[in-house]
């Protein structure tokens, strides 16, 4: 009985819940694990205009809490995902229509991201754009749209003139001021920020003397990155007047509760789907349920309810 729905965008979801890009293939792979109408929103893996092979083996790697990656944004290209993935993707949604549709859109330069977008603007199941500017597995890590806000601003500016889907900007962790490139991201004309990606890491395997990814450096996620996100999130959602989406160490209703009290409007969960693909199918009831035995009755209620000091520790006093 407890009232799950969340509006951003202009766009109202069931349920806060979304799958996190490159974590849940492009959604049709785990719907005999999660229903699809469990979740608010299925995001797709990033999709980019020619195929990519991705990074050399090996590209996982499983630490003592989380893991690390280094795929590099590997996928069949735009015509493969028109092709094959949408069909289905649009039957599902036609059957669960209060289930959105989020495509996650990759480029080199600010123009693939804009032709990626009017290529598929047309394609009546995909309720959203996320543009991914913050993926440190391409071009040495060196996150040319997710460290400028001027180019993460170039980059939305430019999509929003082909487009008049809802746009989310996902951004980097990996940078020193992320309220800024939020700001950025804002100006360009997202309808939403996704704070935030995967946290750069390494891991070393000291008797052969070597990387335990090819690469050498990758995207640290899981569980032990949850207080750095969970900043980024409060960080953004100080920083702007749009939604903003929360991403990083969930693994329980709980976390996903912590999120939206910082102010968040929504949540996605990536990590936790490698050791349980159910646990998102799950999800949404137990926030129900946690709700429910607190006392609550609408999720609106809870959201930007938490109580801090006068003055944030990242603003100048």
Known sequence: ???????????????????????????????????????????SKTVTWDPRPGNPLPRIHETEAGFLNSIGLENRGIEH??????????????????TRVVTNLGGHRSEEFAR?????????????????LSCPNVDGGKLPYSTDPARAEEVLAGVRRVTNKPLFAKISPNVTRVDEI?????????????????LLGMGVDWRKCTPRLATG?????????????????????????????????????????????????????????????????RMGREIAELLHSEGVDTLSDCIGTLGMPQVEPWRKS
């Open 217 to 281: 450096v990758g995207g640290y996620s899981g569980i032990a990155i949850k207080p750095v996100s969970l900043r980024c999130a409060y960080q953004v959602v100080s920083a702007v007047s749009i939604p903003v989406i929360g991403c990083g160490g969930i693994q329980c209703a709980e976390d996903v509760m912590e999120y939206l009290v910082v102010g968040c409007q929504a949540v996605q969960v990536g990590t936790v789907s490698f050791s349980d693909p159910s646990a998102l199918g």
């Open 1 to 43: 009985m407890v009232d799950l729905s969340t509006n951003l965008a202009g766009l109202t979801f069931h349920n806060p819940l979304m799958s996190a890009s490159g974590t849940f293939g492009h959604g049709v792979e785990m719907t005999g694990m999660v229903p699809f109408e469990s979740l608010g929103a299925w995001v």
């Open 116 to 132: 990626l977008a009017e290529r598929l603007d047309d394609q009546d199941c995909i309720d959203a754009f996320e543009l991914n």
């Open 182 to 198: 939020a700001r950025g991201c804002e100006a360009g004309g997202a309808h939403a920020i996704t704070a935030g990606n995967t």
């Open 81 to 98: 995902y028109i092709e094959h993935v949408l069909p289905a993707l649009g039957q599902a949604r036609a059957q669960q229509p209060g």
